[in-house]
């Protein structure tokens, strides 16, 4: 079975990692996809972020890294695959999730959304603190796989020089 692992990833971070290998282990085929969004203010481009991921998760034969644009659903479609997966890591997410795969379904009925539940290590991390932390010098070291930690202190050195 194919499932889409979908988000903005800007920019993987190891909650991200230990989902999709979690992923990687329960299904066929695992596509992970960054959303191209040119009306959203990213750190990195998207050709960053597919390369950060695809660099993080090199050796898995099952999956892959893609990126896509306009509606989910419409990819999903093109990608064949009827599954959803989504991380949730506290009540806070779930509010948004809920809707998300609910819009998802009422728009393409055959569709699932899984979700898996944060690794208990990961519950209070997120793209957004690793940027913050990263960019006031904090040590993102255990957060985020090593390409990610170098390409963060590349963005975040220029800024301050
Ligand atoms: O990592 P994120 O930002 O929480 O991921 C959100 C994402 C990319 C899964 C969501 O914004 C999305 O699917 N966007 C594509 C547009 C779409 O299909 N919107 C309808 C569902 S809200």
């Keep these: 079975m194919t499932v889409i692992y979908p988000g903005s990833f800007d ?29 959203k203010e990213t750190l990195f481009t998207v050709e960053e972020r597919v390369d950060m991921i695809e660099k993080s998760l090199e050796g898995y034969d099952n999956i892959e890294v893609d990126s896509f644009s306009g509606l989910l659903i419409d990819y999903a479609k093109e990608k064949e695959a009827k599954l959803i997966v989504r991380g949730l890591r506290a009540v806070s997410d779930f509010e948004y999730e809920m809707q998300m795969a609910l819009i998802n379904k ?40 090593d390409i990610v930690e170098k390409a963060l202190n590349e963005k975040f050195i220029k800024d301050f020089y």
């Design 11 to 39: 920019p993987i971070t190891n909650g991200h990692i230990d989902i999709i290998e979690r992923c990687s282990k329960k299904f066929n085929r695992v596509i992970v996809s960054v959303l191209n969004n040119s009306s």
């Design 106 to 145: 009422s728009l393409y009925q055959d569709l699932e959304t899984f979700f898996f539940i944060a690794s208990s290590k990961y519950s209070f991390l997120s793209s957004s603190v690793v940027k913050e932390v990263s960019s006031h010098g904090g040590d993102v070291k255990d957060l985020v796989p």
